[in-house]
């Protein structure tokens, strides 16, 4: 089987940007030719034979100058998105492929979308990772473009579905909602994320002498579904007598440094930007537990299975988190390596976070220990290969 991956971004270092390449190379490994298609602000295209994917440019040029006046600006939306559009079918009309998987292009749900689907009837599988409508509102745009581009997901993308071949979601939650805006038989089934453990070293544990506690949060973008902020407030409640500490890997938000300042937390958190995971390791084997994601809810969603939880997990270190990730629940085993913390906005409880790391320092092994749980539950060869066997399942049929 040929496949063509569609994705919406360039080749920089984040972690879905990751999470895509890995996903191309692992299908090849596995025997199904897939070629990756990003569509990205560049110049010129770009290739990168040795990692099957080719980035070409969307620019947004000759837009008609009636196109920028205020009363216009429905039209300048759609322009832009007839470009973007226009590019995904000429990079499209060069390739033989047998199916489409496209990860789901939130923003971009207009006519040109519904016209583009219909051209390529029964040939796109999407991918899913979060409820589109939700998302959109969390980011809480003011204006006419935000209800209009909302307009179109709520009214238009639905139809356009109509024409996929079929959906995956990252959770069961996302994956039904997806089937049930369609309105009619629509094949689906719910893959949650992989993560390549072996491209991460097990971390080397600290020791931990319940005097000072070192909090790690790493991500890749920022976004209000992290929760950071919950965590922020919870240091400054805290009155007990461990000095925590949190180092933030990556990119947050501005209200972030804002109520750092705020609250004078300054010598409390420290952050690091972007680092290269031998840079990260680093950090890993300084820091006792890690935060994942604490504000899923606000994506209106109580499952999730986050790249963060992943790494921490490969990685071998105990973290806590808000929502209900669909590889651990109900796992005996793993149960004893994270704790989990309301799925609202209220701070962070860290007395009760000291309380767990205190717990689970105690086992010396338990690095390695979640470590072998993703390995055997989480790893990228196994969710591609039931990747593979969907999509084979719907060329077949």
Known sequence: MKLIYLYSGGMQASGVQKKVVNKIKTLNQLGVET??????????????????????????????KIYSAPFFWRLHVYYENKIFYDTLDKALQKEDF?????????????????????KYHKKIVFEHNTIETVEMKAYKREGFRQKYLLFNEKNVAPRALKHAKGII????????????RVG???????????????????????????????????????????GLDRLIEGLHLYKGDVNVKLQVIGNVMEEIHFLVEKYNLKDQVEFLGNMTNEEASQVFDECHIAASSMGMHRNGLQEAATLKTREYLSRGIPF?????????????????????????D??????????????????????????????????????????KNFLEHLNTN
């Open 346 to 387: 209220t701070p962070v409880s860290i007395e009760d976070i000291v309380n767990f790391t205190e717990q689970v320092m105690q086992n010396s092994q338990h690095a390695q220990d979640m470590r072998n749980f993703a390995k055997q539950n989480i790893d990228y060869q196994l969710k591609m290969n039931e990747l």
């Open 169 to 180: 979601g990252v959770c069961k939650e996302i994956t039904d909602y997806e089937i049930n």
């Open 98 to 118: 047998d199916l489409i998987l496209f990860r789901y292009p939130i923003w971009y749900a207009d006519f040109n979308f519904l016209r583009f689907m219909k």
């Open 184 to 226: 009619h038989k629509l094949t689906g089934q719910t893959i949650s994320n992989g993560f390549d453990v072996e491209s991460v070293d097990v971390r080397t544990p600290p020791d931990y002498d319940q005097k000072e506690l070192r909090i790690l949060f790493s991500s890749g973008f920022a976004g209000k579904w992290h």
């Open 35 to 64: 070629k990756g298609i990003f569509v990205a602000n560049t110049e010129k295209e770009v290739n990168y034979p040795d990692l099957n994917i080719k980035v070409v440019p969307y620019q947004i040029t000759n837009v008609p």
């Open 320 to 344: 806590f988190i808000s929502n209900i990730d669909v590889d651990l629940v109900n796992n005996e085993f793993i149960s004893f390596f994270y704790t989990k913390i309301p799925a609202d």
